[in-house]
């Protein structure tokens, strides 16, 4: 069996449109080597449960799980869904993750344009050969195709592509140590000041400034290091980023999405060029949305996910505002002007500014009829997936019978 698959392989879409071998040399990356007719039995079973992509995220959560260090690891799910929703890309804008991963952002990125009629230009590099690997099977799996440039590339350290992007979207490796300041301290991304050496945060939003075209946005996860350290030239990066308006707003994220670190973080929004409300920042905790379990997952409840969206799109001119959609119509986000950020040091932690938020009046009625909703859901979709098991195996105990 594993002698066919190496054979095959090179023969399969992904295969030719990326350039990808049947395997690698590290000692993980040779699964046709281990496939037998067990696995190809189980693969089969479950592949009748649910869509292959869907498998295939079951999959790379599970290695994420295991192999994750501090912040290396793949982009969940439900993080990725928000990175696509406060980006907003629209048809024809090209696309760029710097840190590709498991292509999940691009992914996320393209879904929220097609579910809107249009469509987006992909590109993403990673510096980790199987990375790149995962993103290309990931993305051909949901009928996408992105420029992944080439094997093992080191973003920071290749400098910027020749094509501006109009959205970037990038979860880096958090607080990330070796990230080249001996050789790159006096490269022209610094505009706002150099890096200090040991921590690659402020590097990684410099280099998406200077890759961003002249109307382009960016989402960025960043350590809450980052918005609060005094250390080096963090501060004073901070306060450039703030005098020049780059900075649309910061987004707490819980920690639950990241069980393989004790580092909370958050997404940064930035902007070049005019925009409105330049001379504040919208910040927002997503830690205080509702959950739900899927399985073993856990997910934003949906309608209050949008509800942020909404907020961020009207906040920024991307759709009309209406009254629901103000800054001060949650209890979770607040819009807060430079005079008080420099009272505060330039710290652009959202819990510095929420905590002096008044709770506001939620509907929890209509909160409470998503959840039930969603519960509905997952318990139909738990009742149909057993239903299925149980006719297959039913079947095949049949055939043996025979």
Known sequence: MGEVLSVVWPRTHVARAYGLPAYRDEGVSRPFAQTNAALEELVVEVGRLEPTGGLLDVLLDLYS??????????????????????????TGERVRDPA??????????????????GEVRLSGTDIRPMARYAAAVNLALHGLHADLGEDGTDTLRAGLPSEKADVIITNPPVNMRDWGY?????????????????NANFAWAQHILADLAPQGRGVLLLSSGAAHSSSGSDGLIRQRLLDRGLVVGVVALPMWPFPHTRTSTALWILAKGPRPNADQVLFADAGKLPTWKDGSRRRFDQEPVERLFRIFGAWQEQRRPEAEDAPDSVPWCRAVGFEEIARAD??????????QRRPTTSNSGLDGRSRTRDVYKAMDRSAEARRRVRDALKGRHDQRAE
């Open 100 to 117: 590709c991963g498991s292509g999940r952002l691009l992914r996320a990125a393209a879904h929220w344009a097609r579910t809107r009629g």
């Open 346 to 355: 330039f710290d652009l932690r959202p819990a510095r500014y929420l905590q």
């Open 182 to 198: 001996g050789e790159l301290k006096g490269d022209a991304r610094w505009d706002l000041g150099v890096p200090r050496p040991g």
């Open 65 to 90: 799980t295991r192999y994750a260090r501090g912040g290396d690891y793949f982009t969940p799910d439900a993080v990725a869904h928000l990175f696509a929703g406060l980006a907003a890309p629209r």
